[in-house]
């Protein structure tokens, strides 16, 4: 039997309230008629006894109390899927907006997911060579983990993202098998047509499912877009056995349409007007990376979120810190100087990255060397801090030392053009090039062995007419 | 009637019944047609408030309530051990057989424990014994290395009137009868139930006066624990907080631990599942897992489960305890859970205090971290829990309520910090902001056990370390290079102690963990050295001379350098900086 209720008892923001309703169950999807006429659809987010409180997708936009008639589906919301969802664009709502025609759905799948059984998971450990020396050496990513990006405004994080999905490779995969799905959260028109185009140049566009919820699109819709992406995306990486690399900007936006409906709801806020319930929330999407037992697919995530006002402790990043298997930090003085990437090697750090790199993985030398340069990096900073104070001409020999050795890193190694793609040993070769500017007995993470293997000594250098200037030129090159 | 109780209203994990006088305050409660989990957490005249410990999707108005007249409670018997539970005390591994799937589905009929598995129990009773509660009246082999102790629960008194044979019993099977004063009868299975918010009975409670031994050095050495004590761990995100606490469970000198993920990550907690079952315990030769009991919530887990995985793990270690064994309970994060209290309190739309937490959140801390304790149990034996919970701030920022009022209930304070983390300075406890208050408990042991130059040693470090502290103000503004020998030899030796000392190395084989008279060696070498070029520098020998030979750079290795059984090496280091520093002094 169809029951459409007529009228509503109540309209605030987005938010629609019925009462009378006898048979609503909590979280399912309605059906909203205006004048007979405009559809529009929304999700019961409350029940009071009779009284139901309906989210609207699309907005409230001209109903009114007497001219919307509501008919409860009786589901939670579904994401219609088949393995066609490749190549093709949807809003925010999981509907087709690219003009191809709808998706003929294999299943359906709830688009809130459920939470992964802890004991159910695979531990991941297989490294992504994404070319890019600052993450492959310093945070390196791994499949299956979710690893954001933090930015600010100003900042080439599109670029760094969009670099990352142009070369990312898992070395034992073949090309084929993998999939990416792009969630845009009130993002402006230019970032999805620039994200769109890089997809197209790269090849790899019919690989890709999109999300888009741009700035102008209706703020419900954006909260539902990660959802509907990660539905896909495990999906793919579940169903299909695809390895699935999930790119998500920008969540300030999502965190922002999240505090806006809590306060029309009427809830009371947390901390900075953000609902209480902002961790949990977030980690109800992070949280849906990884790999599980039986299934050769995985979801890895590349949350992109612009920090307001670059403030690290305001709760988006903070939050999403705390959740994340670490984070990659964009810094607004490397870009300052004409650094591309302009990640901050100190507070960039991969969680994961212990378990999956050296012997084996990447390179026996990679844990020590990494430790190696966050050490001596640091160094750098207290340096430079000084010389600030004191002048560099104060500054003891190996002070300087230390300088020049920052300088080299933050331009040769962190620094790399937008279509580099270096392998891990180049990255590794380079690293090691440029730690060899500090004496060996600087080198306190380094035990012996490698530093004979892999130590480049300024005067073995000077003997074979190498000096470390021509070997830098000579790795460019390559 | 309670059948005729339905749902009214809800509100995510909240829901409510109208108009009902059948429910008790904390009553555990099935709600709805697939019989969801919740517990009642208020009541007023018209309204029921239940929180739901799942996922409250397609719930209807109108779905039946149906009451149990007990508390949420943990079902305590053989079968506990090596399991991995949710909040709710639900075994994961039986959710995922019954779901046959990697995602967890309602399922409300799980078994807390296995009720058909075999155990080999041992009735240590006869007929005409006088029982009291606590008292122990079977045994049987849990793991290979635990030996459960079946006990008289609390409440529970009386003669045996009837035993069963030894031999293999199910959970449920009744293996001892007893008959108390008014002639009511007691039938004692192998499983007891207990409310998880109510602490377990002890007779008494006992000076905390043994250190918990970590083989980590800068607890062991510089910021001691006691068995029965409470430590936090406090840090922001990325300061090493999962990883202190990972190397506390596995290293640490208690016979069980029972490990808490509270609201944090899926990796991590397969981290744990993983790591623990690989890892040998050094003690027995068996995997941890035979001696750990894992309680995962993961952040994306019902929320408040979250808030009673605490409770339950307490509960959990309680009933340990009470068997005799030292119990250290590891909470990741209790932060997690203090944000549960406020989703929940805020759902309730109650009044909120500090930055939105519910004013009651120091008297709930205060009440979990009190049931950390040494005791006599109730049959007379020793047992403790040490609770370790670590506490994510948010922002870093320690002046947010959760740090602070978990720093009025805790005894220890292990502050990790952000830039210690940076240069992977690990474990990253800042020695300047950490504290301990158990020194006055633990140094008479410490006497006994290491001799009193342990305590001296200790001193003198953090005197060091200090010193440098004040020095290391000066250097950021001027340099190193304009302070006196004397200062800089200061510098030098605080060098060591952090690098050579305090950095220790979870992934290296011997450095992992270092017994306590491989920490004193170390302490006694350091102070050794400074001692002694201290000497040498007060007779103007320059500090640049006596930094080219070598020992302190050799200092610095020596936790790689000396393997963990051949202390004997102290003596030959201390014979070489003799030899060194006597042809400098012949010089002058």
Redesign the interface.
């Known amino acids: 039997m169809i029951i459409n209720y007529i009228g509503a008892k109540e309209i605030n923001g987005s938010l629609l309230v019925l009462d009378g309703v006898?048979?609503?169950?909590?979280?399912?999807v309605v059906e909203i008629d205006i004048d007979g006429g405009m559809r529009r659809y929304g999700r019961i987010i409350?029940?009071?006894?009779?009284r139901i409180v309906i989210q609207v997708f699309e907005g409230t936009e001209s109903m009114s109390l007497k001219n919307v008639s509501t008919y409860l589906t009786g589901r939670?919301m579904e994401l219609p899927l088949s393995p066609e969802i490749l190549g093709r664009t949807f809003d925010g709502a999981g509907r087709p907006i690219d003009a191809l025609g709808e998706i003929f759905p294999v299943m359906q799948l709830?688009v809130?997911?459920?939470?992964?059984?802890?004991?159910?998971?695979?531990?991941?450990r297989s490294y992504i060579n994404t070319g890019i020396s600052a993450i492959d050496v310093l945070a390196t990513l791994i499949r299956?983990?979710k690893l954001p990006i933090f930015s600010g405004s100003g900042m080439r994080h599109n670029d760094l993202a969009a670099q990352i999905v142009r070369q990312a490779r898992i070395s034992d995969e073949n090309e084929d098998n993998f999939a990416i799905v792009f969630a845009a959260m009130g993002v402006k028109n230019d970032v999805a047509d620039f994200f769109k185009e890089s997809f197209q140049n790269s090849g790899v566009l019919s690989r890709v499912v999109t999300f888009l919820n741009l700035s102008n699109d209706p703020i419900v819709e954006r909260i539902l877009v990660p959802r509907c992406a990660l539905t896909a995306a495990e999906y793919l990486a579940?169903e299909l056995n695809k390895h699935v690399l999930v790119v998500m900007t920008d969540m300030t936006s999502y965190a922002e349409a999240l505090r806006e409906l809590s306060s029309s709801k009427g809830?009371?806020?947390?901390?900075k007007g953000y609902?209480?319930?902002l961790?949990?929330d977030l980690?109800?999407l992070?949280?849906?990376?990884?790999m599980?037992?039986?299934?050769s697919g995985s979801v890895t995530q590349i949350p992109i979120l612009t920090i307001p006002n670059d403030d690290?402790?305001?709760?988006i990043p903070?939050?999403t810190?705390?959740?994340t298997?670490?984070?990659i930090v964009l810094d607004k003085s490397l870009s300052g100087k004409g650094i591309y990437p302009n990640i901050s090697v100190?507070?960039s750090?991969s969680?994961?990255m212990?378990?999956g790199i050296g012997e084996g993985f990447t390179r026996h030398d990679h844990p020590a060397l990494s430790?190696q340069i966050?050490?001596s990096y640091?160094?750098v900073m207290?340096v430079i801090?000084?010389s600030s104070?004191?002048g560099e001409d104060?500054?003891?020999s190996i002070?300087k030392k230390y300088l020049k050795f920052g300088r080299l890193l933050e331009s040769k190694f962190i620094n790399q053009a937008s279509s580099e793609n270096r392998s891990i040993d180049q990255s590794l070769d380079l690293a090691w090039l440029l730690i060899s500017s500090l004496p060996k007995?600087e080198l306190?993470?380094l035990d012996d062995d490698l530093l004979n293997t892999y130590y480049r000594d300024e005067d073995k250098m000077e003997k074979g007419k190498v000096v470390l200037s021509a070997a830098l030129d000579e790795l460019s090159k390559n | 009637m309670s059948s005729t109780d339905v749902v009214h209203g809800i509100n995510g994990p909240i829901v409510t019944v109208k108009d009902s006088k059948e429910f008790l305050m904390m009553e555990l409660v099935s709600v709805g047609e697939s019989r969801l989990i919740g517990e009642v957490i208020g009541i007023t005249e018209d309204l029921v408030t239940i929180q739901v410990y799942e996922d409250t999707t397609g719930l209807r108005p109108g779905e039946p309530v149906v009451g149990s007249k007990r508390p949420m409670s943990a079902r305590l018997g053989p079968g506990i051990m090596s399991n991995i539970f949710d909040g709710i005390q639900r075994p994961l591994l039986d959710i995922e057989k019954q779901s046959n799937s990697a995602f967890i589905d309602k399922t409300a009929n799980v078994l807390k424990l296995d009720e058909e598995r075999l155990f080999e129990v041992t009735i240590v009773v006869s007929i005409g014994n006088k029982l009291s509660s606590g008292q122990i009246y079977a045994t049987c082999p849990e793991t290979e290395i635990i030996l459960h102790k079946c006990m008289v629960p609390p409440g529970v008194s009386g003669e045996v009137i009837n035993v069963m044979e030894d031999g293999k019993y199910k959970i449920n099977d009744v293996v001892v009868i007893l008959k108390d004063d008014d002639s009511n009868i007691y039938e004692l299975t192998l499983c007891q139930n207990w409310p998880i918010r109510t602490p377990r009975p002890v007779s008494k409670r006992l000076l905390a006066s043994v250190p918990l031994v970590t083989g980590q050095r800068v607890f062991d050495s510089l910021f001691p624990i006691a068995k029965g004590g409470a430590a936090a761990v406090p840090g922001g995100f990325g300061a090493g907080k999962t990883m202190t606490q990972h190397q506390l469970a596995k290293w640490c000198d208690a016979d069980i631990i029972v490990y808490v993920g509270c609201g944090e990550r899926g990796n991590e907690m397969c981290q744990v599942l993983n790591e623990f079952s690989e890892l040998i315990d050094p003690k027995s030769g068996r995997p941890m897992t035979d001696r750990t009991v894992l309680i995962a919530n993961t952040s994306n887990m019902p929320v408040a489960a979250r808030e009673a995985s605490i409770y339950t793990g307490i509960t959990l270690a309680e009933y340990y305890r009470d068997m005799g064994y030292h119990v250290a309970m590891m909470a990741d994060s209790t932060s997690r859970w203090a944000e549960a209290l406020r989703e929940i309190s805020g759902r309730l739309e109650e009044m909120p205090a500090e930055e939105g937490f519910p004013a009651y959140l120091p008297s709930r801390l205060s009440e979990f971290y009190e049931r950390a304790s040494r005791v006599k149990t109730l049959s007379g034996a020793e047992g403790s829990i040490t609770v370790i919970g670590a506490v994510s701030p948010q922002g870093a920022d320690f002046s947010e309520p959760v740090t602070q009022n978990t720093k009025r209930f805790t005894r220890c304070f292990w502050a990790l910090d952000k830039t210690l983390a940076y240069v992977r300075h690990y474990p990253a406890v800042n020695w300047m902001t950490s504290y301990s208050e158990y020194f006055s408990d633990l140094d008479p042991w410490f006497t006994r056990n290491l001799g009193y130059e342990f305590i001296d040693y200790r001193k003198k470090i953090s005197e060091i370390l200090h010193e440098e502290d004040k020095l290391m103000e000066i250097v950021k503004l001027v340099g190193s290079d304009v302070l006196p020998d004397d200062q800089k030899l200061v510098i030098e030796i605080a060098k060591i102690i952090r690098v050579g000392f305090l950095q220790q190395n979870a992934f290296h084989k011997e450095d992992t963990f270092v017994p306590l008279n491989k920490q004193k060696q170390m302490m006694r070498i350091i102070l050794y050295l400074n001692q002694k070029a201290k000497h040498l520098i007060s007779s103007s020998v320059p500090i640049s001379k006596l930094i080219k030979l070598g020992m302190f750079e050799k200092l610095t290795k020596m936790k790689y350098d000396i393997p963990n059984d051949k202390l004997e090496m102290f003596d030959d280091y201390i014979k070489e900086i003799d030899e060194k520093f006597e042809t400098i002094f012949k010089e002058i």
């Open positions: 006898t048979n609503a169950s909590f979280d399912e409350q029940i009071d006894g009779q939670p709830n809130n997911g459920r939470p992964m059984n802890p004991v159910s998971r695979i531990y991941p299956g983990q579940f809830e009371i806020p947390g901390r609902p209480g319930y961790y949990s980690a109800s992070y949280e849906r990376a990884g599980i037992k039986g299934k690290i402790t305001h709760p903070d939050l810190g705390y959740i298997e670490g984070q100190l507070s750090l969680r994961l212990k378990d430790n966050f050490a640091a160094k207290d801090s000084l104070v004191i104060e500054l003891s002070d007995s306190n993470r």
